[in-house]
């Protein structure tokens, strides 16, 4: 199931400082993860379109879809129903988050053998930092000794990038999934940048890569057609600068250990749009209580709350408040949930979530360590 590592090969960016170039960087994303968990525990579904999120006469959304469900055009975030009509003979499943998260745990496990500095994206996806660890084995090794772990003890796949910084490292890890290992070497950046698409550049999203397109940037190159004082007049310097480092495969970003558990929460898709507020509360009301139990479950204090609001046309809102004094019960969640439900609402509500965070463990003031982040 492994394959040698592709390596990408070219130039020196004489811009980086070289004890930054120094730094070891591995990116690990499963292949297709909740799918594959599912054909772990069902091997009947390998080969499968396999689609999971839930049925396809539900509001269910797409969260992962197998290799062979993304061969019709299938995709995250996509209505299940739309997923059903590219392709109809695909098997539709309600994700398991438990399981997954059972999984992932292993993974991270895994993970720690190999670093002490572990930087948790998802369920699916990590950095490691293992600059310290490579003192006299390669970075690649590594990632592919981590890549066999995972195999052989779990049996499901991943994809691995390794270079010297966290955005290469990802760029790298996407390069040749499934199953794949990419290595961009420090020597390789100046070649590797211009051709990349900047909207592959993550953290430019869909509606910075339109507005860099209004401009005529579409890839890395085009940012240096561009006067850097130019750029800060049209996007601002905070971007310009971003840009302008990150067009170059400078990411100066280290790898932070943040196993701890950001935030806890809840969501429900309603069956039909719900305009009336006492509808709402009672919604509201239900997931107050159950991320009330999740929290109770993990034995942590939150002192701070986010409203999620999806409406009818998908458009999204969050509200938040923090508290001086953690919440206790689940009639104060939703207390104060209502209080920034009945700000107002613009159009019949599809979703709603509620999110708790500033977590605290309920013995002391130090945030609760989870492996991994979720």
């Not at 290595?183 to 550049?201: D, H, N, Y």
């Not at 057609?225 to 130019?230: G, L, P």
Request: glycine content about 6%.
């Amino acid at each position: 199931m492994l394959e040698s590592p592709k390596q990408i090969r070219g130039g020196t960016l004489k811009e980086i400082h070289p004890e930054f170039l120094k730094r070891k960087i591995i990116h690990v994303d499963m292949d297709a993860f909740f799918a594959a968990v599912e054909i772990l525990d069902n091997p009947s579904l390998k080969g499968l379109p396999l689609v999971i999120g839930g049925s396809p006469q539900s509001r269910c959304v797409v969260c992962t879809a197998s290799y062979e469900a993304r061969k019709f055009g299938i995709r995250s975030a996509m209505a299940c129903s739309q997923a059903y009509r590219l392709c109809p003979d695909a098997v539709f499943l309600m994700p398991r988050h438990r399981r997954y998260v059972e999984i992932s745990k292993e993974i991270f496990l895994i993970f720690a053998r190999y670093s002490k500095k572990i930087e948790s994206v998802s369920l699916d996806e990590g950095y490691l930092d293992v600059t310290e660890e490579c003192q006299g084995e390669s970075a690649s090794s590594l990632a592919k000794k981590i890549k066999e772990d995972i195999w052989n003890e779990i049996g499901i796949t991943a994809s691995a990038g390794v270079a010297p910084n966290k955005m290469l490292a990802k760029l790298a890890s996407e390069k040749q999934k499934p199953d794949g290992l990419t290595v961009i070497r420090p020597e390789s950046i100046s070649a590797f940048m211009p051709t990349l698409p900047v909207k592959k550049i993550n953290g430019i999203g869909p509606v910075t890569a339109e507005k860099l397109s209004k401009y005529g940037i579409s890839l890395c190159s085009d940012i240096y057609k561009h006067r850097k004082m130019d750029l800060y007049e049209k996007l601002g310097p905070r971007l310009a600068e971003w840009l302008w480092d990150h067009g170059q495969g400078i990411c100066r970003a280290p790898v932070e250990n943040n196993h701890d558990r950001k935030s806890v929460g809840s969501e429900a898709t309603f069956p039909k749009d719900l305009t009336d507020l006492d509808s709402l509360k009672k919604e509201l009301q239900e997931i107050a209580q159950d991320v009330h139990e999740r929290l109770s479950k993990k034995r942590l204090l939150a002192m701070s709350l986010t409203l999620k609001i999806k409406y009818a046309d998908f458009s999204l809102e969050t509200r938040s408040t923090r508290l001086s004094t953690p919440f206790t019960t689940s009639e104060e969640i939703f207390r104060y949930a209502l209080l920034l439900l009945e700000r107002g609402y613009k159009q019949p509500i599809r979703l709603l979530g509620l999110s708790l965070g500033r977590l605290q463990d309920r013995k002391s003031d130090v945030i609760q360590v989870q492996v991994p982040l979720f």
